[in-house]
């Protein structure tokens, strides 16, 4: 006989039962862990009973199970109002309930989303203290951006149309991928989240981290902290050129980031041609900021805030033009027209005109190869825009290293594309 079919499987009832009861233990060790009313034995037989309710398709006698639960977590939670130790308990009387429906799932045969509702949960109750103090150590302002993140990824997103909208243009309509768009918004603001708690915990340690973690959410922000500090202190002018060539790294990173990971469509093939010229960008100038700079010097850079709304519509918005203006210049110049859309929008936003090479490629208007030089040209004009940034600093040093290392990056990114062509 075969060997599938002696073996119990995720179908088997029996199977599941046990699996909704072991998931249940796993969720009671930490309560039983902190000497809390219910531990393992209680939250095991809480899942297994809703796991035999739900096998025995009684939906009245599973709600019945789930009132229960409620209530006797109610229960312990005014139980732990009379104890000077345990204070208002709401978090055993709510784990119960996710017990319950864990066992519910998983008999069910939701078996993975049972598995993982068991898995957050338990990383939630085992994580207290580090939450708590993540919570409490917010700001204000810290707090509002994430909330402001929120309405964005999670409001936002799923009201816009998931097909491309057509957006005719005169003689010219344009297929324009709105929830693309804002997912790339989204992404992007991420980004500066994560990278506002990078640079807020190490900042202060290096320019490593403050040009190329700053330069990921502004690499404006990094040329003038740069600038600033060479005003203050002439003797740091190599570590102000080795932040600047980060932040080129870190834009360039992004841009790549944006036209590989969109770029996984059942339509196309991902854009991996873009890694070469970029990538060349990257190493080119982590290389060249790894050999300017002594990496003791540590420099503070300092972020007002983590994310801002209305920054987030002004870029989606950006974006969107971006892309509007991209597709004009393709239907009506061709390939030296997107280029030089690519190269204009690229002096304001790199992301932005990346995004919208990325989308016409999607779309099926331009190859490969022609998306590539655009992205390319996009990165090579923010490049630029901080080198001309330096330019207006108060060291010609500072300008002239940074305008000669930044040109021979962009020949590198140039020679790479060239190769790219070729091959």
Do not use: C
């Not at 779309?363 to 490049?383: E, M, P, Q």
């Not at 040093?397 to 990114?413: F, K, M, Q, T, W």
């Amino acid at each position: 006989m075969a060997a599938e079919s002696v073996l119990p499987t995720l179908d088997s009832e029996v199977v599941r039962i046990a699996l909704a009861a072991a998931l249940g233990l796993f969720l009671g060790l930490e309560r039983e862990w902190s000497h809390k009313s219910a531990g393992v034995r209680t939250f095991a037989l809480i899942s297994l009973a809703a796991a035999v309710f739900t096998v025995l398709g009684r939906d009245l006698l599973l709600a019945v199970g789930g009132v229960l639960v409620v209530l006797q977590g109610v229960l312990l939670a005014v139980k732990g109002l009379f104890e000077a130790d345990e204070g208002l308990s709401l978090t055993t009387a709510v784990s119960m309930l996710v017990a319950y429906g864990v066992g519910a799932l998983v008999a069910e045969g939701f078996v993975l989303a049972g598995v993982t509702v068991a898995v957050v949960s338990s990383l939630l109750l085992v994580l207290k203290r580090e939450l708590h103090s993540f919570a409490w150590g917010l700001t204000r302002e810290e707090l509002r951006s994430a909330a402001e993140f929120a309405i964005l990824a999670f409001v936002v997103f799923p009201l816009l149309p998931a097909d491309p909208v057509d957006a005719p243009l005169g003689a010219t309509t344009i297929a324009v991928e709105l929830r693309v768009i804002w997912l790339i918004v989204v992404t992007v603001a991420g980004i500066g989240i994560v990278n506002y708690a990078i640079v807020q915990t190490y900042g202060s340690r290096g320019v490593a981290v403050t040009g190329f973690f700053g330069g990921l959410a502004s690499s404006t922000a990094v040329v003038g902290t740069m600038l600033d500090h060479v005003r203050q202190r002439p003797e740091a002018a190599s570590y102000a050129v080795a932040a600047i060539l980060l932040a080129d790294a870190a834009m360039a990173l992004r841009n790549l980031v944006i036209a590989v990971a969109f770029t996984f469509s059942p339509s196309v093939s991902p854009l991996f041609e873009a890694i070469l010229p970029l990538g060349a960008v990257i190493v080119g100038s982590v290389a060249v900021a790894g050999l300017t700079a002594d990496w003791s010097e540590s420099v503070e850079m300092r972020l007002e805030s983590p994310f801002s709304l209305r920054n987030a519509l002004v870029f989606g918005a950006l974006f969107l033009l971006v892309v509007v203006v991209g597709g004009l210049a393709q239907a009506a110049f061709g390939q030296g027209g997107l280029y030089i859309a690519s190269a204009l929008s690229g002096l304001v936003s790199s992301a932005g005109a990346t995004t919208s090479a990325v989308l016409l490629y999607r779309g099926g208007a331009i190859d490969g190869t022609t998306a590539t030089v655009a992205i390319l040209a996009a990165t090579g004009a923010s490049v630029v825009v901080k080198a001309g940034l330096t330019a207006a600093g108060p060291d010609r040093n500072v300008a002239y290293r940074v305008a000669v290392y930044s040109s021979a990056i962009l020949v590198l990114g140039g020679a790479a594309v060239t190769a790219l062509a070729t091959v």
